[in-house]
């Protein structure tokens, strides 16, 4: 199998995924960038969909649900 054929076989595979190696992955690629590392989406995501619940917006919630 050749290098190209190598790499077409990984990136069309739908196995499950290490999501520890990809974040250390990602927060590699942005320090070596010299960048500051990306604030996780799913997170504010969560924020948001729960600030809602309360009618409160997510900068309102956020310091309560860090106490």
Known sequence: MTEFEQWRT???ATGPGNR???EAGVRR???SAG???PEPI????RT???A???GLT???YEPVAQT
């Open 10 to 12: 990984l990136s069309a």
């Open 20 to 22: 520890a190696m990809a």
């Open 29 to 31: 690629a942005y320090e």
């Open 35 to 37: 960048l500051p590392g």
């Open 42 to 45: 799913v997170d504010r995501i």
């Open 48 to 50: 948001g969909i729960v």
């Open 52 to 54: 809602w619940t309360f």
């Open 58 to 60: 997510a900068e309102e």
